[in-house]
């Protein structure tokens, strides 16, 4: 039987950034449903719908994967490289639609700025671990401890 590693622990952290991000993202949806008639009001180019339905959405994909990557589920690693360009995408896009302010499009390049760095960071830690399935999760990360060797004692 092959022996498996810990997962390192920047897997591990980027497991717990991404199921903050969809809980972000789900807080956003739930804010956009309390909001709604304020919402429709609103001269928007998309349907009021849009927002709670595209937090939903993204909330559910990332805790999703935020779980999958924190058991060193390989699915959750591939699909988080490919979830995370297209979320970006999402945003520019969602930016460029829907930012009618000054202030929101002076700080368009500086949010790209920061929001690409993150992506990059991420991709860059799930490519360098390479497949999670030669890694088994940290229990020290779970908040439990390794387990103990056993060891005899002698009492006289």
């Not at 927002?51 to 699909?79: D, N, Q, T, Y």
């Not at 920061?114 to 999670?132: D, F, H, K, T």
Request: aromatic share 10%.
């Amino acid at each position: 039987m092959e022996k498996r590693h810990r997962q390192p622990y920047a897997v591990t952290l980027t497991a717990y950034g991404v199921l903050i991000l969809g809980a972000g993202y789900c807080l956003g949806a739930l804010h956009a449903i309390f909001t709604y008639s304020t919402i429709e009001s609103l001269p928007l180019s998309v349907p009021a719908w849009y927002f709670p339905l595209s937090g939903v959405v993204w909330g559910g994909v990332w805790l999703v994967l935020g779980i999958g990557l924190r058991f060193g589920k390989e699915w959750s690693r591939r699909a988080a490289l490919a979830a995370i360009p297209i979320c970006f995408c999402t945003w520019m896009a969602d930016e460029r639609l829907l930012s009618r302010s000054a202030i929101a499009l002076q700080s368009f390049g500086f949010e790209a700025v920061l929001r690409l760095i993150l992506v990059a960071i991420g991709v860059a830690v799930l490519i360098a671990a390479g497949p999670l399935e030669n890694y088994r999760p940290n229990p020290a990360a779970l908040g439990r401890d390794l387990p103990m060797e056993k060891t005899t004692t002698h009492v006289e």
